[in-house]
């Protein structure tokens, strides 16, 4: 994944549904954000979230306690 012309949004440590809010609010501004988060329901939700709006998602799992989300428009 290129994170360079993506915006970070670095959730780990909060639990849902706070990274999908961080999320978001992050693609209000943006149009590619890459989404960190440790809470082992964050990938449902921000499926959920990116169904609702059309979003486009790649997920890339860092390490076996963080998962990674590439959300664009």
Do not use: F
């Amino acid at each position: 994944m290129n994170e360079v012309s993506a915006l970070v949004v670095d959730a780990r440590g909060m639990r849902c549904p706070w990274p999908a809010l961080r999320l978001a609010r992050a693609m209000r501004d943006a149009s590619d954000v890459l989404l960190i988060a440790d809470d082992p329901q964050a990938g449902r939700e921000v499926a959920a979230l990116a169904g609702e709006h059309g979003w486009s998602v790649e997920t890339d799992v860092a390490t076996a306690d963080e998962g990674r989300w590439r959300v664009r428009r």
